[in-house]
Structures are given as C-alpha cells and as structure tokens.
C-alpha cells in the first residue's frame, strides 16, 4: 500500500477554491491528496465534448510547522502526490495542458492544520520521469538498462537472500518501460503473474523473492526544477535534489 492509498477517506471543505481543516496531530498528507483531488475538480473547465482541462501547476501553502513534517518525507511526498493526481484525472477523463509541477511553501499566515492549494494551467513539455519503489525507498531510472539484483554488479542492489546477483532488469525507451527476467534462480512476478519478459505499465508490481518493486511513470513539467524548491525562500531543501 502506498504512502496516500487511503486518501479517501479524509474529510473536504473548500472555501473559495481552498481546502482547510485543523488537527490536533497537524496535518497529515492525506489531507493534502484531498485538497489537491478538490482542486482538481472545482478547476475543471469543459472546452470540448470530449476535452476536460484542468490545472497541472500546484503550490501547496502550509503553516511552518506543517511545512517542516512534509517536507521532511523527501521528494516521495511530490512522488505520490503528482501520481494521485495523473490517477485522478485518469479516472475523471481530465486533460492538462503540459506536465505536472507541485510546489510545497511555506507560509507564515497559516494555522496549523491547514493548507491552501493555488492552482494554474500552464502549456508546456511534459517530461516522463520513470521511478522504482523498493522497501519505501525511491529510485529514479536515470539509464535505458537498469539491473536489479543482490550482487554488487548491478545497477541497485537489494539485501534479499531470494534473488539473483544480476536478476531483473527494467529498460526504458523514454516513454515506455519492459521488464526482463535474467534468467534468475527463483523466477519474477508481474503483478502476481510469473514474468520472463513484458511490457511495463505505469503502477505496475514486480515481485522478486521477498522484494516487491513498484514502477510509476511521472507526467511532470519539463521545467520542473524551477518549481521543485521546498522553502519559501526559493532555495531547495537539503536532500531534495533528484
């Protein structure tokens, strides 16, 4: 289960295009996934029959202490976020104009416990960034071949006494993603089905022993490092750098 799987059940209010809600605990990121959800759908504008746009620039104002704890997850907080929304807007037949940018401030004029979403629809490239969860941990795809396995020879090595040294490998295109099987010991699964080669959709799951690896395929801004700083100041947060 994802970090934001059970962002259904949180509670709404939107008041003039913002979501609002105090905790005692402070806030919790799945109240951010229900106020950018929100966004998503007061924003939609019908341009055509079968064209429904909505904004794909974001910036989340949270009170500092708030802005501190979400911050503190790292770039998988952005990571889930951006794929709720890409998940959102699949389901609600919503298009954007270019790629998906959200931007965390902060923002001195908050209480504790709420979050108020800005939102905008920018044309622009949209840059297909590829990644691997494995153990909660992320892992950008940054070549065409990437080989997982427990030998020190592959490109991201796992502690999993059930997999090969060199064990799967991912291969990516630019758009597209496929997983081969090397000819490992124990074998791989592909969404729970044993896997030699196929190709790899976005969210899929590869079992390999006991590691489960989740591959997403990001729809992000081209221009997202211009976007992607997590201080109000502009300057990025130490260990947000990709």
């Keep these: 289960m994802g970090l934001l799987d059970s962002f259904e059940k949180g509670l709404e209010r939107v008041v003039n295009g913002a979501f609002a809600r105090t905790f005692k605990s402070g806030l919790q990121p799945v109240e951010i996934t229900a106020a950018l959800r929100r966004e998503l759908d007061t924003k939609a504008v019908v341009v055509a029959r079968d064209r429904i746009l909505v904004p794909n620039r974001f910036t989340v104002h949270l009170a500092p202490g708030d802005h501190a704890r979400m911050?503190?997850?790292?770039?998988?907080?952005?990571?889930?976020?951006?794929?709720?929304?890409?998940?959102?807007?699949?389901?609600?037949?919503?298009?954007?104009?270019?790629?998906?940018?959200?931007?965390?401030?902060?923002d001195g004029t908050l209480a504790e416990g709420v979050v108020?979403?800005?939102?905008?629809?920018?044309?622009?490239?949209?840059?297909?960034?590829?990644?691997?969860?494995?153990?909660?941990?992320?892992?950008?795809?940054?070549?065409?071949?990437?080989?997982?396995?427990?030998?020190?020879?592959?490109?991201?090595?796992?502690?999993?006494?059930?997999?090969?040294?060199?064990?799967?490998?991912?291969?990516?295109?630019?758009?597209?993603?496929?997983?081969?099987?090397?000819g490992s010991t124990n074998g791989s699964l592909l969404n729970g089905a044993p896997v030699t080669k196929a190709a790899l959709p976005t969210d899929s799951v590869i079992s390999i022993g006991r590691t489960r690896?989740?591959?997403?395929?990001?729809?992000?801004?081209?221009?997202?490092?211009?976007?992607?700083d997590l201080r109000v100041d502009g300057t990025a947060q130490d260990g947000a750098a990709r």
Excluded: C, M
């Design 71 to 106: 911050t503190g997850i790292g770039p998988t907080l952005i990571d889930e976020l951006t794929q709720l929304i890409q998940t959102h807007a699949t389901a609600q037949r919503y298009q954007f104009a270019g790629g998906i940018s959200i931007r965390l401030v902060e």
């Design 116 to 182: 108020r979403i800005e939102s905008s629809n920018v044309k622009g490239e949209v840059s297909w960034t590829p990644i691997l969860d494995i153990g909660g941990k992320r892992y950008p795809i940054t070549k065409s071949h990437t080989v997982i396995g427990r030998g020190a020879e592959a490109d991201i090595t796992v502690d999993d006494s059930g997999i090969s040294r060199r064990h799967v490998e991912i291969l990516w295109d630019g758009k597209r993603g496929q997983v081969n099987d090397l």
């Design 213 to 228: 690896i989740v591959f997403r395929v990001l729809a992000q801004s081209a221009s997202i490092d211009q976007f992607s």
